[in-house]
Structure formats: C-alpha cells, structure tokens
C-alpha cells in the first residue's frame, strides 16, 4: 500500500504567475482534500473532492481550483499568485465513511516572490 | 471566535514528564477528534481519535473529549526526546463548507528535554 505522495517538495514563483501542484492519493482513498498551512499555524481547508467532483470548499477566492482524476490522483491550481499564497500546501486522502481519517503527504512549499 | 482554538506554546517539558495538550471548539456538528503530530517540514500524521466524548487510550497515548464543555485533551505519558512535534487537534465533521472535513486549530509545539 503506497503513501500520499506531493510534488514538487519546494516550489518558487515570482507574484503573478500561475502554479500547478500534484497529488497521488493512498492506494483504495476515494476522497482527496487540500489545505493550506502559513508558517506557525494550523492547516486551513481549502477544497474537497469525491468522485472528481468538488465535493465543498473554504473560505478561499476562485482563483483557487482543482481537479481530480479517475485513479482519485489530484492537481490544485492556483492563478494570478500574490506573495501571502506563500505556504506549505497539503494534501490529504481518505475514505468518506466511516471517519474520514486523513493521511497526509509530505506537502509542498510553495514561496511567492 | 475561532472554530478551534488551540495553545501555541512552545511548550517544553524534561523527558518522562506527563504532557497535556488541550483545545476548545464551538461547533456541536463535530462528531470524530482526531489528533495529528507534525515534525518539522513534514506533513500531519494521524496519531490517534475519539468519536463523541469519553477516552481512549494508545500506548503511552491517552485521547479525551468531553463534547458537553467542547474541550478535547491529549495526555502523553513518559515523554521522549522523539514526542518532541507540534500537535494539533482536528475535529472532523461539517463546519459549513459543504463536506465533512478537519478543522484544526493552530498547533502546540512540544519540546521533551532530555
């Protein structure tokens, strides 16, 4: 049974431009979700998806969007950056039921210059 | 007021020292409490969770949630050099965003002393 795996690790992007960032999720997880986590704070939820659907989203722009692919691997997108999308980006995979326990990759740091 | 609300710390105890680790929430929509630890530049790993109230126990690892008070503890028995982490708390059910999801709070970092 393989992991959540991210890439890249590390990630710099001058302010402005466009930024993709992968995610393969554990073996038999049907559910991926992302998050966001600024230094020295909690992860934030960012969205979810089931199915490749979008399955609920937080308190983030549009600008902010993914995908999720038939073998529930995932791609967020992030348009028009600004510097406090500097962050570590998670990603989480999990089963719906019965209690969602989410495993974790190893993130990637994205830095906005 | 924050969904979850968490001590920051730092917080830093000789090893072999019980450590508790707490937070509040204000959502009663919280059904699961889970507990993840963090090592620094790694992403959250499960380290235990509860349904509703009452304890559970993992090893030198104790979960409590009392859901009447909205506080969730984390009790680590005989701290080691290796618990050294930050921990955060994440209950798990629907704060609005229309899915279940977890919602943490902001992370205690432990430091065990040798």
């Known amino acids: 049974e393989t992991g959540v795996t991210q890439s890249p690790t590390h990630l710099i992007k001058t302010r402005g431009q466009q930024v993709t960032l992968r995610c393969s999720s554990q073996?038999?997880?049907?559910?991926v979700s992302w998050y966001q986590q600024a230094l020295g704070q909690g992860p934030q939820f960012i969205f979810q998806?089931?199915?490749?659907?979008?399955?609920g989203r937080g308190n983030f722009p549009p600008r902010f969007s993914g995908l999720q692919f038939p073998n529930y691997s995932s791609e967020l997108n992030v348009n028009a950056l600004e510097l406090d999308d500097s962050a570590l980006y998670l990603c989480?995979?999990?089963?719906?039921?019965?209690?969602?326990?989410?495993?974790f990759g190893q993130g990637t740091r994205l830095t906005v210059v | 007021q924050k969904e979850v609300e968490q001590d920051p710390g730092p917080l830093s105890v000789p090893e072999g020292a019980i450590v508790s680790l707490n937070c509040t929430y204000s959502?009663?929509?919280?059904?699961?409490f889970m507990w993840y630890r963090q090592y620094s530049r790694k992403g959250p790993e499960l380290l235990m969770y509860?349904?509703?109230?009452g304890n559970k126990e993992d090893g030198r690892f104790t979960a409590q949630v009392d859901k009447s008070s909205k506080y969730i503890s984390l009790f680590i028995r005989d701290s080691q050099p290796s618990d050294s982490a930050t921990y955060l708390c994440?209950?798990?059910?629907?704060?609005?965003?229309?899915?279940?999801?977890?919602?943490f709070g902001k992370g205690t970092k432990l430091s065990v002393i040798p």
């Open positions: 998806y089931y199915r490749e659907e979008e399955n």
């Open positions: 073996s038999g997880h049907n559910t």
């Open positions: 994440a209950p798990w059910g629907d704060s609005g965003a229309g899915s279940y999801q977890l919602t």
């Open positions: 509860t349904y509703s109230s």
């Open positions: 989480a995979s999990s089963l719906v039921a019965p209690a969602g326990e989410a495993f």
């Open positions: 959502n009663s929509a919280f059904q699961y």
